[in-house]
């Protein structure tokens, strides 16, 4: 009997050897696999907690302050290189100085330079008319060979002095109001009177297709949009939503649409403050509450011709609060924009 059981514990221990290697196994695949979700996890990494939170607070990783306006510079997050910003940085302008001076180039008086056949606007315009574009078609082929036929005066670009500043002004309205609005590509924007898209072009651009809205009455300007603008661009794949239309009436767009963003370049100015009054009424439940911004350029009459008092009380009833006054200075020419900031106080 001792024998047996001696055999038996002796068989017994051999036995839960297996058995223990066995268990050890499977705790090292569970193990493993268990370690291989947390490593999955969609849980923000350490950089995108910082950029979170900087965007709460209005700062956001590799961004600078605004010397002019005082508001953060918007970036964009590229996959190949990191972020790059939306606006011209110092290092990007001493970049520019650094290669003028390398080259020796100088400021000179402003007179036809050289090149292949020069011609001023005017000159250019008398081309197309005289000789019909500048096609080498004839007969019935010379009229429908294009694909979108163009007015001479776009082709020459006149349209690009319709609205007084320089062309080149459209950019500095762009980087001042995606600085200050915190511009992403999923944003959605509206603006009030987009012109020949001195501004809306840059929008257009940095945005995702069918995320720019625009109301325009003016005919001319649309033509110019349509005909010329977008397909020079190339820009049509974006599907812009310009609309023709005036006394604000912004029911053609989608009713389901919340913007971050809404702005009037120059606009407000020349239209009857009811008709304002009007279109912020319109407006105010189209924007998203609180992160939603609305910017006026130049001045605000419309709300100081009633008084502060008054002003804020008519705003509060609209569901809307004054923010504040910014200025922002030209890059290329002596000049600077004042814009006046409001948002959406109530959900």
Request: glycine letters at 8%; hydrophobic letters at 35%; one cysteine or more.
């Amino acid at each position: 009997m001792a024998l047996l059981a001696s055999r038996a514990m002796s068989k017994g221990v051999v036995v839960s050897v297996p058995v223990l290697v066995l268990s050890a196994l499977v705790a090292t695949v569970f193990l493993f696999f268990l370690l291989s979700s947390l490593s999955s996890c969609s849980c923000p990494t350490p950089s995108e907690i910082s950029a979170s939170n900087a965007r709460s607070v209005g700062v956001g990783i590799g961004v600078s302050e605004s010397s002019s306006s005082n508001v953060p510079v918007a970036t964009t997050k590229e996959s190949s290189s990191g972020y790059i910003p939306l606006s011209t940085r110092k290092e990007d302008v001493e970049w520019v100085k650094d290669q003028i001076r390398a080259n020796g180039l100088q400021m000179h008086d402003n007179v036809l330079r050289k090149g292949i056949n020069p011609r001023t606007r005017a000159q250019q315009l008398e081309d197309f008319r005289r000789f019909k574009g500048i096609s080498h078609y004839e007969g019935p082929d010379s009229d429908n060979h294009t694909s979108l036929p163009c007015p001479g005066e776009l082709l020459v670009e006149e349209h690009h002095s319709n609205y007084g500043e320089p062309w080149a002004g459209g950019r500095d309205v762009f980087e001042f109001l995606a600085e200050a609005s915190q511009l992403r590509p999923d944003s959605q924007v509206l603006e009030i009177g987009c012109g020949t898209l001195r501004v809306g072009l840059h929008f257009i651009r940095y945005l995702n297709p069918e995320h720019f809205h625009c109301l325009e009455r003016d005919e001319l300007s649309l033509m110019a949009v349509f005909r010329y603008e977008l397909p020079a661009q190339g820009l049509l794949y974006k599907r812009p939503s310009i609309v023709k239309g005036d006394d604000m009436d912004f029911s053609r767009f989608d009713s389901g649409i919340m913007y971050d963003l809404i702005y009037a370049s120059a606009v407000f100015l020349h239209m009857p403050d009811k008709l304002v009054w009007t279109g912020l009424e319109r407006l105010a439940s189209k924007l998203k509450p609180y992160d939603g911004r609305i910017f006026v350029s130049h001045n605000i009459k419309f709300c100081s011709r009633l008084g502060g008092e008054e002003c804020t009380k008519r705003l509060a009833s609209l569901g809307l609060e004054y923010l504040g006054k910014h200025t922002h200075d030209s890059l290329l020419f002596n000049h600077y924009e004042i814009w006046f900031e409001f948002r959406r106080s109530k959900a």
